[in-house]
């Protein structure tokens, strides 16, 4: 079973700056499918990026992931205020598991 | 507009049971694969078990084999769970998640609101 670590667990940002949010596989993720989902207190999920580097309907251009294998990175170009959540990475391929998440928090 | 409502939670006692059910509108429900996750309060999200279209395969997290049971009745576009033998640390609000596509193997795009699961005694 592929585990998910995400680093750091916490990061203190701005308004306006750049955040750069951290997943590593145990082993490698088959064809890239590693999803990112973004959370906000008492709200469900949501889907920002899926096989790595595809946004997801909707998601502004500011979001954008990369990476391959077991490391993969999601970058929020210039942060809003609404960006400030938590965020989870996920392989989806078998049984799904999710990252631990990182706290995006002002700084 | 897709929906999915969970219900059923509620405040249980350990070793007690629930079942939980999600309400899925606005889409085939019976062309996708569906998912129970569920997060502890002020945890991450875990994946608990998910169900192909017919039924025909059935997969689950280590932690809630034996225990509980994913099930589905495309006449009714329902999804359940029935929880038995309920510990602690099942606490959690437990979410109804639906896949992008109808490959299992695509993301989770939409999901319920979410219903809490309280086990104490």
């Known amino acids: 079973e592929i585990v998910l670590t995400q680093s750091p667990g916490t990061l203190s940002l701005s308004p306006g700056e750049r955040a750069t949010l951290s997943c590593r596989a145990s082993?490698?993720?088959?064809?890239?499918?590693l999803a990112w989902y973004q959370q906000k207190p008492g709200q469900a999920p949501r889907l920002l990026i899926y096989g790595a580097s595809s946004r997801a309907t909707g998601i502004p251009d500011r979001f954008s992931g990369s990476g391959s294998g077991t490391d993969f990175t999601l970058t929020i170009s210039r942060l809003e205020p609404e960006d400030f959540a938590v965020y989870y990475c996920?392989?989806?391929?078998?049984?799904?598991?999710f990252g631990q998440g990182t706290k995006l928090e002002i700084k | 507009e897709v929906q999915l409502v969970e219900s059923g939670g509620g405040l249980v006692q350990p070793g007690g049971s629930l079942r939980l059910s999600c309400a899925a509108s606005?889409?085939?429900?019976?062309?996708?694969?569906m998912n129970w996750v569920r997060q502890a309060p002020g945890k991450g999200l875990e994946w608990v078990a998910n169900i192909k279209q017919d039924g025909s395969e059935i997969y689950y997290v280590d932690s809630v084999k034996g225990r509980f049971t994913i099930s589905r009745d495309n006449a009714k576009n329902s999804l359940y769970l029935q929880m038995n033998s309920l510990r602690a640390e099942d606490t959690a609000v437990y979410y109804c998640?639906?896949?992008?596509?109808?490959?299992?193997?695509?993301?989770?795009?939409?999901w319920g609101h979410g219903t809490l699961v309280t086990v104490s005694s």
């Open positions: 606005g889409f085939t429900f019976s062309s996708y694969w």
């Open positions: 996920q392989q989806y391929d078998n049984s799904p598991p």
């Open positions: 082993q490698s993720v088959s064809n890239t499918y």
């Open positions: 998640a639906r896949h992008y596509s109808s490959s299992r193997v695509s993301p989770f795009y939409y």
